[in-house]
């Protein structure tokens, strides 16, 4: 048990180090864990291109997940973690909100 206290708390310090507003990333917390499908703490190729085919509906959204698979493909990582993942979404801007809108809105629905 304590080990799992352990990864929550550098889960924390490293979300600090990102200086990104923390409703920001509590919005990118929730779509994070809408993709990962498995709950590793990381997505990867598969768990994107789920959320590619569950948020087909918006057009910009799948441009962006593809956008994710292409720095996944750059940083020659199978994985992105939260950490990467959040740089990734707010340098995006507006297009971090579609997604975060489209997947959201997709998770309520089941």
């Known amino acids: 048990e304590d080990d799992e206290d352990e990864d929550e708390s550098n889960e924390e310090e490293e979300e600090e180090d990102l200086d990104i507003p923390l409703e920001e990333l509590n ?10 499908e498995d709950k590793s703490g990381k997505i990867d190729k598969s768990e994107i291109m789920n959320g590619i085919s569950n948020a087909s509906a918006d057009t910009l959204s799948v441009e962006m997940l593809y956008e994710l698979l292409a720095r996944l493909d750059d940083e020659k990582d199978e994985e992105l973690s939260f950490k990467a993942f959040a740089r990734f979404m707010y340098e995006s801007g507006d297009g971090a ?3 975060t809108t489209a997947l959201t809105q997709r998770g309520e629905k089941k």
Request: glycine letters at 0%.
């Open 97 to 99: 909100t579609n997604l």
């Open 27 to 36: 919005k990118y917390r929730v779509v994070f864990d809408s993709l990962d």
